[in-house]
């Protein structure tokens, strides 16, 4: 079997005032389906070890979590190599219900921005509040950056994690990079 490969393989931008990393391959589930079902929430919880996250919330554990991305849809996180497994138990724990469990890691691309300027260059892109009052670890937004779905979320106060579609990889790089240009910051969010 071969290794999975990032859209991006790694690339790395340092040289703005935000550090912009493609990530390796994450595991990513989507599910659709009554997030208040019972079955769901137990199994989701069992595997992921958080509880089901509020709207536009996101809950993690290390590199477990589960993604509010709309009323009747989450994204579980994970190790790529658990995907399987994973699905298995959610496709087990579904049975006859109306929802379903799909693997889209391979489909998606994952961005690490780090830096003290993050939240400029996601304001630059995308129509979202990001202050620190508003959009704080623990939240996810599902919006456009620029001209394509993205959905980001703060990791901590100087990290966040930004998920696009794989096909759309190199667009959102070079819009994070050209967000990012060296002198480029406005200082909005500055206490």
Not at 46 to 74: C, F, T, Y
Not at 79 to 107: F, R
Not at 170 to 179: I, M, S
Request: proline residues 5%; contains cysteine; positive net charge.
């Amino acid at each position: 079997m071969s290794e999975p490969i990032s859209a991006l393989n790694g690339s790395v931008y340092k040289e703005g005032i935000a550090a912009i990393t493609a990530t390796g391959p994450i595991g990513m589930i989507s599910i659709r389906g009554d997030m208040t079902a019972g079955y769901l929430k137990k199994t989701l919880k069992k595997i992921a070890g958080v509880d089901m996250p509020d709207a536009r919330g996101i809950n993690l554990k290390v590199d477990k979590g589960i993604a509010w991305m709309s009323p009747d849809e989450l994204l579980l996180i994970c190790s790529y190599a658990e995907v399987a497994t994973h699905l298995d138990t959610l496709h087990n724990a579904i049975g006859s219900n109306h929802a379903m469990a799909v693997n889209v890691s391979d489909a998606r691309a994952v961005f690490r921005l780090k830096g003290k300027h993050i939240r400029e260059v996601l304001a630059k892109l995308a129509p979202v509040d990001t202050s620190p009052d508003v959009f704080a670890p623990g939240t996810i937004r599902r919006t456009r950056l620029a001209q394509v779905p993205a959905a980001f979320w703060m990791v901590d106060t100087e990290t966040a994690q930004l998920v696009c579609f794989r096909s759309v990889a190199q667009y959102v790089f070079d819009l994070l990079k050209t967000a990012a240009q060296p002198g480029s910051e406005v200082n909005h969010h500055r206490r």
